[in-house]
C-alpha cells in the first residue's frame, strides 16, 4: 500500500491524515497516511529514510518548509521562488522533487468563493513560510500593488525585495500604516500571521477596510474567527477562513503524488460540518 505522511513539529493536531483518507476513498485510492512529529535536528535524515523505504509522498509543515526546499533536488518553479516546500515526492528517475502548493490552493479557494485579486489592491500581513509559499500565485494574478507588513519589519521587506521582479510590491512594518495620516483602503487583507491561534489579532487600523474589501485568513476554526469577525465588523463585504485553503492545498499534493484530482467541495463541507460537531 502507498505510503504517505505529513512531517512537523508540532503536527498532531494536523487535519492531513483526515483530508487524504476522504480523497482516497472518493477516488478508490489504497494508500495510508500518517502525520509524524520530527525532532528538529533528525528532519532531513527522516525525509530520505521514509523514501528511502518506499514512501512514496510528504507533506511537509511548520517548521520545516524552508529546510525541505534546501533538501529537494528538483523544485517546481513556485516552490523555487518561494524558498520553500510543503510536498515532497520521487521523479521517475528516483530524485527528490519538492513542490509548494498553499499558493495555488488559496487562489483556487479564493476564486471558487467568487473573488479577484487581478488589479486589486492586495495587503498581506505577516512574513512567515505561509505567507512566502502563496505571493508567487497571489502576485501571478497581477494585483495593482501587494503590500506585506509583519511584526518584524526587515521579514516584510526582505520578502518584497526577492519578490520584486514579480509585481508591484512594497513591505514593511505596521507602522508604515499607522504613521499614514490616511492609510488608504485595501480590496483584500490576508492575513497570514499565526497571531489568530491564540485568538488574537494583527495590529491593523480599522481604516484599512472599506466596503469593498474582502478578508482572508489563512486560520480557520469552529466558528468565524477573530480576525474574520474583525473584517465584518469593521464593514467589510465579506472575510473567509483558510479551511478551503487546507483542503486544496492537499487536493494539488494528491494530484501531484497521485495523477488525479480529487473533488474538494464535499470534503471542505464535511470538514467544516465536523470541526463545528467538536466546538
Ligand atoms: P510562521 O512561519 O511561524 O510565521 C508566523 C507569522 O505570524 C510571522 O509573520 C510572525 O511574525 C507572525 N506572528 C506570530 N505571532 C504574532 C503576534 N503576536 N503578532 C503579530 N504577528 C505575529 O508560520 P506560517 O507557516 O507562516 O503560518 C502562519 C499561519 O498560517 C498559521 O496560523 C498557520 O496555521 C496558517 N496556515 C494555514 C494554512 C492553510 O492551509 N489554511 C497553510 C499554511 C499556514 P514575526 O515574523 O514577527 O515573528
Not at 4 to 10: D, K, R, S
Not at 20 to 27: E, G, M, P, Y
Not at 123 to 144: I, M, Y
Amino acid at each position: 500500500m502507498d505510503q504517505y505522511a505529513v512531517f512537523g513539529n508540532p503536527v498532531k493536531h494536523s487535519r492531513s491524515p483526515w483530508i487524504h483518507a476522504q480523497f482516497a476513498a472518493q477516488t478508490g485510492a489504497e494508500l495510508e497516511y500518517g502525520a509524524r512529529e520530527v525532532e528538529l535536528a533528525q528532519f532531513e535524515q527522516q525525509v530520505l529514510a521514509f523514501f528511502a523505504n518506499g514512501g512514496a509522498g510528504l507533506n511537509i509543515t511548520v517548521p520545516f518548509k524552508e529546510r525541505a526546499h534546501d533538501l529537494a533536488q528538483v523544485l517546481s518553479d513556485v516552490a523555487r521562488v518561494a524558498g520553500a516546500v510543503n510536498t515532497l515526492y520521487q521523479d521517475a528517475r528516483g530524485q527528490l522533487v519538492g513542490d509548494n502548493t498553499d499558493g495555488i490552493g488559496m487562489l483556487r479557494d479564493i476564486l471558487q468563493n467568487g473573488g479577484v485579486l487581478r488589479q486589486r489592491r492586495l495587503l498581506v500581513v505577516g512574513a512567515g513560510g505561509a505567507v512566502r509559499g502563496v505571493l508567487p500565485n497571489l502576485l501571478a494574478e497581477q494585483p495593482a500593488e501587494l503590500l506585506i507588513l509583519n511584526r518584524t519589519a526587515d521579514r516584510a521587506s526582505a520578502l518584497a525585495d526577492r519578490f520584486r521582479d514579480l509585481g508591484s510590491v512594497r513591505g514593511g512594518g505596521y507602522d508604515l500604516l499607522t504613521n499614514a495620516s490616511a492609510a488608504p483602503a485595501f480590496d483584500w487583507i490576508i492575513n497570514g500571521t499565526s497571531v489568530g491561534l491564540s485568538g488574537g489579532l494583527p495590529p491593523l487600523p480599522t481604516n484599512v477596510v472599506s466596503p469593498a474589501t474582502w478578508g482572508y485568513d489563512m486560520v480557520y476554526g469552529p466558528g468565524q474567527t477573530a480576525f474574520q469577525q474583525w473584517c465584518i465588523n469593521n464593514g467589510a463585504e465579506r472575510a473567509l477562513d483558510g479551511l478551503g485553503m487546507l483542503v486544496e492545498q492537499a487536493a494539488e499534493a494528491f494530484y501531484l503524488w497521485r495523477g488525479v484530482r480529487p473533488e474538494t467541495a464535499p470534503v471542505i463541507a464535511a470538514l467544516r460540518h465536523a470541526l463545528a460537531a467538536v466546538d
